[in-house]
């Protein structure tokens, strides 16, 4: 009798104790920052989903001097929508270029495998500019190599009117490795080429920059470069900053 009135008991012990209910997480302060360089080579990575993202910047070359701003928002994880500014201040001030892009994440970098990415933009007339509508698709391949090493390569074509000729076809390959250096201090080398339709001379050029992580939402690039040929600087220096913060439909 003894053992018959203690089996409920042992079944009730060894049934499993019920699950706690889970505890969602907590939305981080601050979205991942995942700023451009301020050079030519570009990654495969998105902004995050509904983050906002500003990129500020400089570039100074022999007789130019501009500051293009670039707004980024993250629709999805994988898919983000752009506009991009380019303000003139030397020689004339004025609006220089106005674009509206989009980045769509392929297949996302992982380390040891490569991702890719596709981002097709379209340039808007402007008085300073061509005044003409002109577009293209960057086609981006990122590796992450392991050890906070990756290797970017990137394909732009684009297709540009031109007054009183037929449109200019370019082609430009960039290739750029980043690597870090101490701490918050990353570093990149870059080489690129400016492939024009036939008849016009090639331009090439390469890049050193340095990036800075300062705090959770805040990214700085220092970059030089020199290049050869009809559509580069011999010179130019650049400086950019990225600010993240969340957005509408952030998680």
Do not use: C, H
Not at 167 to 186: I, K, M, N, Y
């Amino acid at each position: 009798m003894l053992a018959l009135a203690s089996l409920p008991l042992l079944l009730a012990a060894a049934e499993p104790a019920p699950e706690a209910p889970a505890v969602p997480e907590e939305p981080a302060a601050w979205p991942e920052v995942r700023p451009g360089r301020p050079s030519f080579s570009d990654t495969a990575a998105t902004t995050e989903r509904g983050a906002i993202g500003v990129d500020l910047g400089g570039t100074l070359s022999d007789g130019y001097l501009a500051a293009p701003v670039m707004l980024r928002y993250g629709v999805t994880e994988g898919f983000d929508l752009r506009l991009g500014l380019s303000q003139a201040v030397r020689p004339s001030a004025g609006l220089d270029d106005l674009y509206v892009m989009a980045k769509v994440t392929l297949v996302p970098p992982e380390e040891g495998s490569l991702g890719f990415a596709i981002s097709p933009w379209l340039s808007a007339p402007t008085p300073l500019g061509d005044e003409l509508v002109s577009g293209g698709v960057a086609l981006i391949a990122t590796w992450p190599l392991g050890g906070d090493f990756q290797l970017d390569a990137n394909v732009l074509a684009s297709i540009a009117p031109v007054r009183g000729s037929d449109a200019r076809v370019e082609v430009d390959p960039v290739v750029a490795f980043g690597f870090p250096l101490a701490g918050p201090v990353w570093g990149w080398a870059e080489a690129f080429a400016l492939l024009p339709g036939t008849g016009t001379e090639p331009s090439v050029a390469g890049s050193l920059g340095l990036g800075l992580e300062v705090a959770a939402p805040l990214w700085l690039d220092l970059s030089a470069t020199a290049g050869e040929g009809p559509d580069v600087a011999p010179w130019s220096v650049q400086l950019g900053g990225t600010f993240e913060l969340w957005g509408p439909g952030a998680p």
